[in-house]
């Protein structure tokens, strides 16, 4: 256990479907993150928030959505998704040096 | 040219043995260097961080940087088969504000009983 947790683990949704992942710390860290990563490729960062302001959007397109109400929680708010988003979504917080991931949500198209 | 690189393996060393993976990267100014560990549909989870040039070494894990060659290596002795994942290089990049850590695309290690 990291301290970073996210909702839902798995997720299935059909490309009109609009849905949200959740992730949550308590562990007094000011920066967050969402990364893919599809199978057999590398991690894809998508968005970096830092004392809840967005610092990075890796050309992500608009059908992801983020969203930092405070630095204790970040969402991804998702609509009209393609069957090629399927992934692995992992939320990460840091502290001075150290990134901690989440467990992820397994996330299929239909 | 990526910014952190690892060769993609598969590693295959036999148990008991030292497992050595390697890691370059381009950003002369990164300062802080990681090693993350991931099994297979799960998510990466931290082993090593070092930060100054030479090794550090925790439990069975060795961690070397060369800041001037730009390489960043680690060692795992008396590998065993638990340690078969994939093993992914992070480093600080030093050119964003953002807090951004650059992960290499990972390292597949597979421990042979």
């Known amino acids: 256990e990291t301290g970073v947790t996210q909702t839902p683990r798995h997720l299935v949704m059909g490309m009109t479907n609009k849905k949200s992942l959740k992730c949550e710390q308590h562990?007094?860290?000011?920066?967050m993150y969402w990364y893919k990563q599809s199978a057999k490729k590398p991690l894809e960062l998508m968005f970096v928030?830092?004392?809840?302001?967005?610092?990075e959007n890796n050309s992500v397109p608009s059908r992801f959505s983020p969203e930092c109400p405070n630095s204790s929680h970040l969402f991804l708010h998702l609509h009209t998704l393609q069957p090629e988003d399927s992934a692995l979504y992992l939320c990460?917080?840091?502290?001075?040096?150290?990134?901690?991931f989440g467990p992820g949500t397994r996330l299929l198209v239909l | 040219q990526k910014e952190v690189e690892q060769n993609s393996g598969p590693l295959s060393v036999p148990e008991g043995a030292i497992a050595s993976l390697n890691c370059t990267y381009s950003d002369r100014g990164s300062q802080s260097f990681f090693w993350y560990r991931q099994y297979s549909g799960k998510s990466p989870e931290l082993i090593m961080s070092?930060?100054?040039?030479g090794d550090k070494e925790d439990g069975r894990f060795t961690a070397q940087l060369n800041k001037a060659s730009q390489y960043v290596s680690l060692l795992i002795r008396d590998s065993q088969p638990s340690d078969s994942a994939t093993y992914l290089c992070?480093?600080?990049?030093?050119?964003?504000?953002?807090?951004?850590?650059?992960f290499g695309s990972g390292t597949r290690l597979s421990i042979r009983p």
């Open positions: 562990l007094g860290h000011n920066a």
């Open positions: 990460a917080s840091r502290s001075q040096e150290t990134q901690y």
């Open positions: 992070a480093v600080t990049a030093q050119y964003s504000s953002a807090s951004k850590i650059i």
């Open positions: 928030y830092n004392f809840k302001e967005q610092t």
């Open positions: 070092i930060y100054s040039n």
